[in-house]
């Protein structure tokens, strides 16, 4: 079964740090993009950040950029999301998706985690 | 920067009826365009990508249509399990940025 279960989310303070990490299975993980998106509570979905096949290129939305750092490993199949000097406005379930390039000028996240939640508040 | 917006935002319909969601962009953009289905507490679903392809998994009674800035996901004859928010999204290939727009919410009349 194809599956990502993401992990590391809870509170914390203005300012602080979390990790969190996508544990990906049933599907050959290295060739594949990979992307975070975030949906705060009640609102509707923004894209965050991706990251190319091998980690050598990654993307970020401008309202993360120098805060967050995406990166993958994939001797063990692991997305991660490093969140540093969080804000309150940060406060979201991430979703961990696999991005995919059906053909040129189709590009989707057609697989998605269950998403952690991420609460930033003092 | 391309700026989705989505009509109405909300659409309430009777099971058995067509529902017609827009979704336009800021500037003529690619046929890159994708639509998701969300249910409350669910992650997101595709349904549609490349503006007309059907995900696996996607019932016939799901289209995507459009060109230009003007993209539209059809609901031939809604279904029980259809009602939920719908999200289109598009792919800029430089610089690479995904935008969503802010969703329409389709519930029961």
């Known amino acids: 079964e194809v599956q990502l279960l993401e992990s590391g989310g809870g509170l914390v303070q203005p300012g602080g740090s979390l990790r969190l990490s996508c544990a990906a299975s049933?599907?050959?993980?290295?060739?594949?993009?990979m992307t975070w998106v975030r949906q705060a509570p009640g609102q509707g979905l923004d894209w965050v950040s991706s990251?190319?096949?091998?980690?050598?290129?990654?993307y970020y939305a401008d309202s993360v950029k120098g805060r967050f750092t995406i990166s993958r490993d994939n001797s063990k199949n692991t997305l991660y999301l490093q969140m540093n000097n969080l804000r309150i406005e940060d406060t979201a379930t991430y979703y961990c998706?696999?991005?995919?390039?059906?053909?040129?000028?189709?590009?989707?996240?057609?697989?998605w985690g269950q998403g952690t939640m991420v609460t930033v508040s003092s | 920067e391309i700026v989705m917006t989505q009509s109405p935002a909300t659409l309430s319909v009777s099971p058995g009826e067509r529902a017609t969601l827009s979704c336009r962009a800021s500037?003529?953009?690619?046929?890159?365009l994708a639509w998701y289905q969300q249910k409350p507490g669910q992650a997101p679903r595709l349904l549609i990508y490349?503006?007309?392809t059907r995900a696996a998994g996607t019932p016939a009674r799901f289209s995507g249509s459009g060109s230009g800035t003007e993209f539209t996901l059809t609901i031939s004859s809604l279904q029980s399990e259809d009602f939920a928010v719908y999200y289109c999204?598009?792919?800029?290939?430089?610089?690479?940025?995904?935008?969503f727009g802010p969703g329409t919410k389709v519930d029961i009349k």
């Open positions: 049933g599907f050959t993980f290295h060739i594949y993009a």
């Open positions: 998706t696999k991005w995919s390039r059906f053909s040129v000028g189709s590009d989707a996240f057609d697989i």
């Open positions: 999204q598009h792919y800029n290939n430089w610089p690479p940025i995904f935008t």
């Open positions: 500037q003529s953009i690619s046929s890159n």
């Open positions: 490349g503006t007309f």
């Open positions: 990251i190319s096949t091998s980690g050598d290129d990654t």
